[in-house]
Nanobody, 126 residues
Framework: QLQLVESGGGLVQPGGSLRLACAAS????????IGWFRQAPGKEREGVSC????????FYADSVKGRFTISRDNAKNTVYLQMNSLKPEDTAVYYC???????????????????WGQGTQVTVSS
C-alpha cells in the first residue's frame, strides 16, 4: 500500500510562514507528478500547486501565486510546499497527492489524483 505523509502544518499568524512536507513510503515519489490540495470547512477540495515528475515544471493556483513555492528533493523522497505571507483564507487541511506524469497539465484537478495523503491542518489566525 502506497503511503503519503504530510507534516509541517500548524497555527500561524497572518503574514507568517510554514513549510509543509510530503514524504512517501513504499514507493519513490519521482515516478509521479505531485500536487498539493487544500480543503476548507464547507468548501470543495481545490488544487493549490503541483510539480512535474522530472523537469520540475510547476503550477500554482492564482490565489497562492507569488506566495507559495513547491519543490522536490528526490534524494529524500520528499516534496515541499513553502507558504509565505499567509492569509486567514489559506486556512484549510492541506493534502499532497500523486498525479500521473502525463496528466501534469491538469494536475490541480482532484479527479486525476492516484493517491492521497491523510492531510495536515493549517490555521492562519491572530
Amino acid at each position: 500500500q502506497l503511503q503519503l505523509v504530510e507534516s509541517g502544518g500548524g497555527l500561524v499568524q497572518p503574514g507568517g510562514s510554514l513549510r509543509l512536507a510530503c514524504a512517501a513510503s513504499r514507493f519513490t515519489l519521482d515516478r509521479y507528478a505531485i500536487g498539493w490540495f487544500r480543503q476548507a470547512p464547507g468548501k470543495e477540495r481545490e488544487g493549490v500547486s503541483c510539480i512535474s515528475r522530472s523537469d520540475s515544471r510547476t503550477f500554482y493556483a492564482d490565489s497562492v501565486k507569488g506566495r507559495f513555492t513547491i519543490s522536490r528533493d528526490n534524494a529524500k523522497n520528499t516534496v515541499y510546499l513553502q507558504m509565505n505571507s499567509l492569509k486567514p483564507e489559506d486556512t484549510a487541511v492541506y493534502y499532497c497527492a500523486t498525479v500521473p506524469p502525463l496528466l501534469f497539465n491538469v494536475c490541480v484537478s482532484p479527479s486525476v489524483v492516484d493517491y492521497w495523503g491523510q492531510g495536515t491542518q493549517v490555521t492562519v489566525s491572530s
